[in-house]
T-cell receptor, first 111, second 114 residues
């Protein structure tokens, strides 16, 4: 059974701080990794994806991938109250035909 | 900006009834997906669809479920005989390709089975 594990939180950070969200996955053959944001009662919104080891930056967001450790993370710099949401880690199956989601980490940014 | 749309936003049905959930994927996308999310739980993959065929399906996607692309724009999920445990948010998603398969989600249909 392919698994994606995330700490459910809540993770609480003050406004302006760096939020660090982590994810581990079980399928060594996975090639693509995604971070989605989900506000309560809404659908998942794609933030960014990564498929090479190392860091990938997009604005205030940085995704980090370590395939040897089967570990993906998302850093949010200068956190804002509007970043308060559940962050979902998703891992593609080897064929690229499905995403396996973690349960999500709830982030709360206080002003 | 193009987006995935879904109708209806909320569907209430009686146990044992058939329901059809509808989706219009992003127009240049070739791969289509259905996911569900039971309240308070994780998003679960149901099925993927490409070139008028199912590419992959999960254990959840049993004989009670079917998918169809009846025309050039719509993508539907049918549940033949709904059960109480089918109550969930159903999300449609689409992607251009599979590597990487950046999937964009629709707003969802909340299905309530009474």
């Amino acid at each position: 059974q392919k698994e994606v594990e995330q700490n459910s939180g809540p993770l609480s950070v003050p406004e302006g701080a760096i939020a660090s969200l982590n994810c581990t996955y079980s399928d060594r053959g996975s090639q693509s990794f995604f971070w989605y944001r989900q506000y309560s009662g809404k659908s998942p919104e794609l933030i960014m994806f990564i498929y090479s080891n190392g860091d990938k930056e997009d604005g205030r967001f940085t995704a980090q991938l370590n395939k040897a450790s089967q570990y993906v993370s998302l850093l949010i710099r200068d956190s804002q109250p509007s970043d308060s949401a559940t962050y979902l880690c998703a891992v593609s199956n080897q064929a690229g035909t499905a995403l396996i989601f973690g349960k999500g980490t709830t982030l709360s940014v206080s002003s | 900006e193009p987006e995935v749309t879904q109708t209806p936003s909320h569907q209430v049905t009686q146990m044992g009834q058939e329901v059809i959930l509808r989706c219009v994927p992003i127009s240049n996308h070739l791969y289509f997906y259905w996911y569900r999310q039971i309240l308070g739980q994780k998003v679960e993959f149901l099925v993927s669809f490409y070139n008028n065929e199912i590419s992959e399906k999960s254990e959840i996607f049993d004989d009670q479920f079917s998918v169809e692309r009846p025309d050039g724009s719509n993508f539907t999920l049918k549940i033949r005989s709904t059960k109480l445990e089918d109550s969930a948010m159903y999300f449609c998603a689409s992607s251009v390709g599979t590597t990487p398969n950046e999937q964009f989600f629709g707003p969802g249909t909340r299905l309530t089975v009474l």
